[in-house]
């Protein structure tokens, strides 16, 4: 006979208004330590629908859904979508919800974003924060990072109509598996990986910010090489968090972030590529546990 148990809260989807227009997010509730989620480039909040699951006891989550070209709610046409740009929409997000003592993980692109932030964000901001989490992410000059993240801003260049027919084929699983797709990106979340494509062909504005964030990424390239010379002065706890087979994320990286960051720790996982939230979701749950507990 098995002890009863409360059930779980659901999950509750809200709309923030920001600056660059509405972001959509999930929000576990809870007075537990904030954490919050941010996802790559060409994703959507639901790269991290298993790391949630098992962090929501205890803990608030908040996942929010950037416009990052597989959202739905298209940002306003002005919006800056630059590496910077997105950076600065996290730390809106942060202080428009009033977040405090964040746990804020980046995996793939949403690393460099917390990099980015935590090396030029607004003081205010920063002290909003109190550690973080890089898995698996762009770093250095990885930025874009491998092959697939070359080749996709590459395509960035074309027009948002012609961007849109180069990615129809990505509908098919065999063009997804690609190492120039999402083939070095993850071993087990095609399923994933064929929503987020959809999102991209839903409409002609979520395109046009798609290609706004991947020319703002080749006019930048350098951006996360400049926020790397910051890490060092970040001495609140940090957890750096690696695949051991990553094809996309050189490993090698992950040791130089956890050695620069003065306050890190590192966690290599195997039988995992760079989308640990999709192919490894307990050990990377596990680790931003034990980070937030030893709070």
């Not at 090396?119 to 890089?134: H, Q, W, Y």
């Not at 874009?144 to 074309?158: C, N, S």
């Not at 060092?232 to 750096?240: C, N, T």
Request: charged content about 20%; proline content about 9%; hydrophobic content about 45%.
């Amino acid at each position: 006979m098995t002890a009863a148990t409360s059930p779980t809260p659901p999950t509750t989807p809200r709309t923030l208004h920001t600056s660059a227009g509405p972001v959509d997010y999930q929000d576990t509730g809870g007075t537990g330590p904030v954490v919050v989620l941010l996802h790559g480039l060409l994703m959507d909040g639901t790269l991290w629908d298993a790391v949630t699951e098992r962090l929501r006891t205890g803990h608030r989550v908040l996942v929010p859904t950037l416009p990052m070209g597989a959202h739905t709610r298209p940002a306003h046409e002005d919006a800056d979508l630059s590496p910077a740009g997105l950076a600065r929409l996290v730390g809106e997000f942060l202080d428009r919800l009033d977040l405090r003592e964040v746990t804020l993980v980046g995996n793939d692109t949403g690393g460099a974003l917390v990099q980015l932030l935590i090396a030029e964000g607004a003081e205010d901001t920063l002290r909003r924060i109190g550690a973080v989490v890089l898995a698996s992410c762009d770093a250095y000059g990885n930025f874009p990072p491998g092959l697939t993240g070359k080749t996709v801003v590459l395509a960035g260049k074309l027009p948002p109509a012609l961007f849109g027919l180069f990615m129809q084929q990505m509908r098919l699983r065999p063009m997804r598996r690609l190492p120039v797709a999402f083939g070095w990106l993850t071993r087990r979340g095609d399923a994933a990986t064929a929503r987020w494509t959809r999102a991209l062909l839903a409409g002609p504005q979520v395109r046009r910010d798609a290609v706004k964030v991947l020319r703002g990424i080749a006019a930048d390239r350098h951006a996360l090489e400049r926020a790397a010379t910051r890490l060092p002065a970040f001495g609140r706890p940090a957890l750096v968090v690696w695949a051991e087979g990553d094809r996309v994320m050189p490993p090698e990286h992950g040791r130089r972030l956890a050695a620069d960051l003065p306050a890190a720790r590192l966690v290599v996982v195997p039988d995992s590529y760079t989308l640990l939230p999709l192919d490894q979701p307990g050990p990377l749950a596990a680790a931003i546990r034990e980070l937030t507990s030893a709070g």
